[in-house]
T-cell receptor
Framework: EDKVVQSPLSLVVHEGDTVTLNCSYE??????LLWYKQEKKAPTFLFML????IEKKSGRLSSILDKKELSSILNITATQTGDSAIYLC?????????????FGKGTHLIIQP | NAGVMQNPRHLVRRRGQEARLRCSPM?????VYWYRQLPEEGLKFMVY????????ESGMPKERFSAEFPKEGPSILRIQQVVRGDSAAYFC??????????????FGPGTRLTVT
């Protein structure tokens, strides 16, 4: 069964700090890894990673995939209170030709002013 | 361009009643996915549909749950004879025609189902 595990499950830091969120995966037919940010409602798409070692960047957020270690990290620099959210990691479901996503439980990030 | 729309946003049902959750994908998207998020759990894939076709329902409970995506109108997730354990947030996501190696899905705001 496919598995996506995130750590830590929760994290509290002060505004301005840099954080690193971790995601490891066990997927039979790996195709890509995705990061989402979930605030009160819909998860919003952040990054999709398919190639090992290539960093994707968007403003203060960046992410990189390590296929050898079956893992990915999401970095947020100079954190702001608006970064407080649950960050979800997901991989396409490898069963039966479906394109559903298998999600980790998420990292609940709280940025204190 | 409106995003994925779901309604109702909140739904309360008594045990034994039916729940119908609706999802309108983003304009131009022909793939719809339903996920369930139980308290303290991650999002779990339930079913993947294209217009008039269920492509994969391997994540859906075998009984009481069904989904459709008709030629016209929204996708519907239907739960018959609801039980307390069905209380959860149900999210719908959509994606456009599959581009090679593209797995991005865009989520709606969810329907929070409470069974009393």
């Amino acid at each position: 069964e496919d598995k996506v595990v995130q750590s830590p499950l929760s994290l509290v830091v002060h505004e301005g700090d840099t954080v690193t969120l971790n995601c490891s995966y066990e997927v039979t037919n790996f195709r890509s890894l995705l990061w989402y940010k979930q605030e009160k409602k819909a998860p919003t798409f952040l990054f999709m990673l398919t190639s090992s070692g290539i960093e994707k960047k968007s403003g203060r957020l960046s992410s990189i995939l390590d296929k050898k270690e079956l893992s990915s990290i999401l970095n947020i620099t100079a954190t702001q209170t608006g970064d407080s959210a649950i960050y979800l990691c997901a991989a396409p479901y490898s069963g039966g030709g479906a394109d559903g996503l298998t999600f980790g439980k998420g990292t609940h990030l709280i940025i204190q002013p | 361009n409106a995003g994925v729309m779901q309604n109702p946003r909140h739904l309360v049902r008594r045990r034994g009643q039916e729940a119908r959750l609706r999802c309108s994908p983003m304009k131009g998207h022909s793939h719809v996915y339903w996920y369930r998020q139980l308290p303290e759990e991650g999002l779990k894939f339930m079913v993947y549909l294209q217009k008039e076709n269920i492509i994969d329902e391997s994540g859906m409970p075998k009984e009481r749950f069904s989904a459709e995506f008709p030629k016209e109108g929204p996708s519907i997730l239907r739960i018959q004879q609801v039980v307390r354990g069905d209380s959860a947030a149900y999210f719908c996501a959509s994606s456009p025609l599959r581009a090679r190696n593209s797995y991005e899905q865009y989520f709606g705001p969810g329907t929070r189902l409470t069974v009393t």
